[in-house]
T-cell receptor, first 114, second 113 residues
Framework: KAGVTQTPRYLIKTRGQQVTLSCSPI?????VSWYQQTPGQGLQFLFE???????NKGNFPGRFSGRQFSNSRSEMNVSTLELGDSALYLC?????????????FGPGTRLTVL | GENVEQHPSTLSVQEGDSAVIKCTYSDSASNYFPWYKQELGKGPQLIID?????GEKKDQRIAVTLNKTAKHFSLHITETQPEDSAVYFCAATLNSGYSTLTFGKGTMLLVSP
């Protein structure tokens, strides 16, 4: 069974631009969570989607948004990029909502904002 | 909300030695505690987890202990090998559908041959 895939793997943007990251969960998984990983803050939860609905949201500004499609694929968008948005963005999928089941992480998208 | 502290931030051991990583959490309602291993260029991978109804769980060379009274849990790796070198994260959460994982800041484990 294929794992969680994220595209693109690497991305370079400039301040003020916007970016869209994509995540394809493991087949059959309905929950997708997004995390931001930085050396200073570690892994921080962004949001979780289940059956196309956002069920949880972390403490991030409104510039960070996401959505989930009917096939469970998810995208996250960051508008008006800031230097501090440079990070590894990780997507994780699980069978059910929340953490009842193991979360399987993708390899991440490395975003660099110049 | 939940807060998870993890120590040490780096840990260097010789091959064959044991390694221990400790975490404390703040929310007494948390009842699910997973540990993740992250290798360079990869996403975190679950290596072991423990729920609040047990005090210890083992899986080959890896074990996790939980002390709910003191609100701390630990990862123990015995007979370390160079391939154990990675960043390890602990996490805590209330295991319900509306809860989210709160992670510790991570421990970089270096196992020297």
């Amino acid at each position: 069974k294929a794992g969680v895939t994220q595209t693109p793997r690497y991305l370079i943007k400039t301040r003020g631009q916007q970016v869209t990251l994509s995540c394809s969960p493991i087949s059959g998984h309905r929950s997708v969570s997004w995390y931001q990983q930085t050396p200073g803050q570690g892994l921080q939860f962004l949001f979780e989607y289940f059956s196309e609905t956002q069920r949880n949201k972390g403490n991030f500004p409104g510039r960070f948004s996401g959505r989930q499609f009917s096939n469970s694929r998810s995208e996250m968008n960051v508008s008006t990029l800031e230097l501090g948005d440079s990070a590894l963005y990780l997507c994780a999928s699980s069978l059910e909502q929340g953490v009842r089941d193991e979360q399987f992480f993708g390899p991440g998208t490395r975003l660099t904002v110049l | 909300g939940e807060n998870v502290e993890q120590h040490p931030s780096t840990l260097s051991v010789q091959e064959g030695d044991s390694a221990v990583i400790k975490c404390t959490y703040s929310d007494s309602a948390s009842n699910y505690f997973p540990w993740y291993k992250q290798e360079l260029g990869k996403g975190p991978q679950l290596i072991i987890d423990i729920r609040s109804n047990v005090g210890e769980k083992k899986d080959q060379r890896i074990a996790v202990t939980l002390n709910k009274t003191a609100k701390h849990f630990s990862l123990h790796i015995t007979e370390t090998q160079p391939e154990d070198s990675a960043v390890y994260f602990c996490a805590a959460t209330l295991n319900s559908g509306y809860s989210t994982l709160t992670f510790g800041k991570g421990t970089m484990l270096l196992v020297s041959p």
